[in-house]
C-alpha cells in the first residue's frame, strides 16, 4: 500500500516562497506518476502540477507557471514542489498524489490511487 506525507507547509507574505515535500513508502517509488493538488476553503480540489516516472515530464496548471516548480528524487523516495512569488490565491492545503500506469500528464483526480494527507499553505496579503 502506498502511503505518502507532505510536509513544508507555512505561513508566509505575498511574493515568498515554500518548498513542500512528499515522501512516500510502500511501492517503488520510480514506477509511480506523481503530481500536487490543492483545496482552497469552499472551492473543489484542483490539479497544481504532474511529474513522470523519471521527471522528463512534467505539466503545469496555468495560473503557477513560472512560479512553481516539481522535481523528484528517485533515489529519497521523494517529490518536491518549490513555490515562488508566492500569492494570497495560493492559500489552500496542498496535496500529493500518485498513481501506477501511464505517464502521459493527468490532471483529473479521480485517476490518482493515492493521496496524502495534505499541507496547509497560507500566504498572507
Known amino acids: 500500500q502506498v502511503q505518502l506525507v507532505e510536509s513544508g507547509g507555512g505561513l508566509v507574505q505575498a511574493g515568498g516562497a515554500l518548498r513542500l515535500s512528499c515522501a512516500a513508502s510502500?511501492?517503488?517509488?520510480?514506477?509511480?506518476?506523481m503530481a500536487w493538488f490543492r483545496q482552497a476553503p469552499g472551492k473543489e480540489r484542483e490539479f497544481v502540477v504532474f511529474i513522470s516516472w523519471g521527471g522528463s515530464i512534467t505539466h503545469y496548471t496555468d495560473s503557477v507557471k513560472g512560479r512553481f516548480t516539481i522535481s523528484r528524487d528517485n533515489a529519497k523516495n521523494t517529490v518536491y514542489l518549490q513555490m515562488n512569488s508566492l500569492k494570497p490565491e495560493d492559500t489552500a492545503v496542498y496535496y500529493c498524489?500518485?498513481?501506477?500506469?501511464?505517464?502521459?500528464?493527468?490532471?483529473?483526480?479521480?485517476?490518482?490511487?493515492?493521496w496524502g494527507q495534505g499541507t496547509q499553505v497560507t500566504v498572507s496579503s
Open positions: 498524489a500518485a498513481k501506477i500506469g501511464s505517464s502521459t500528464p493527468a490532471t483529473k483526480r479521480e485517476v490518482y490511487q493515492y
Open positions: 510502500g511501492f517503488t517509488f520510480s514506477n509511480l506518476v
